[in-house]
């Protein structure tokens, strides 16, 4: 029996009441079970619990280590930390200041653009966070489903999973991104479940979160 944490797209092979990864509520087996091409055409997505949900509080990092945005501005933040104190130096020794000044502007530069790219995902990871824990449920599908071979994180190649779903006759679409091997219930075509937020429904996510 294989058991896919609809939180973090962890697995089992036993049932567990909560994922020891991130801490979400495990719903019953038959209800976790992803799609197999037998029973394909049978298949509806899992519905998920009330809200609110328990969501662990280590889950907003698990989401934005997996973000490609995220590990870049991280990296502009540590090239930024690297340049300035070396130009900051540089400047201090008044004779080496001419090469210090631009290491310094750089080492600012690279630091600042860091800095709002880490709190910019923050918020964001905030946002899908919230949805997941306080979104109303309503029946979606999958739209697209796209590899993004430009990015490798961790070793691995991140998918786009982009997902539709109308509400009060208006259409919204979202997007997810995932290090986890796409299984059959994410193909194009395929119903979905979609979780949102009743006051601002353009915030919106997949459940499970892939």
């Known amino acids: 029996m294989a058991i896919v944490c609809p939180w973090c797209g962890t697995n089992y092979t036993e049932f567990l009441s909560n994922c020891r990864n991130c801490g979400g509520p495990l719903p019953a087996p038959k209800e976790l079970a992803p799609p197999s091409e037998k029973l394909l055409p049978h298949w509806t997505p899992p519905t ?6 328990e969501i662990s509080k280590n889950y907003i ?8 945005w995220m590990i870049g501005a991280a990296v502009f933040a540590l090239i930024g930390a690297i340049f300035a104190p070396v130009g900051a130096g540089l400047v201090i020794g008044v004779i080496t200041a001419f090469v210090g000044i631009p290491f310094l502007l750089m080492g600012l530069g690279f630091l600042g653009l860091g800095v709002w790219g880490v709190v910019w995902r923050y918020q964001e990871a905030q946002k899908v966070v919230k949805v997941l824990q306080e979104g109303v449920s309503t029946q979606g599908e999958i739209v697209d489903l796209v590899a993004n071979y430009n990015v490798r994180v961790n070793g691995q190649t991140p998918w786009k999973v982009t997902y539709g779903f ?12 995932t290090l986890n091997p796409p299984g059959l219930q994410l193909q194009p075509g395929m119903p979905a479940t979609v979780l949102y937020l009743q006051d601002t429904p353009s915030q919106n996510t997949l459940y499970p979160h892939p």
């Open 166 to 177: 109308e509400l009060d006759g208006q259409h919204y679409e979202g997007t997810v991104s």
């Open 48 to 53: 998920p619990p009330a809200p609110p949900r």
């Open 61 to 68: 990092w698990r989401l934005m280590m997996q973000d490609g």
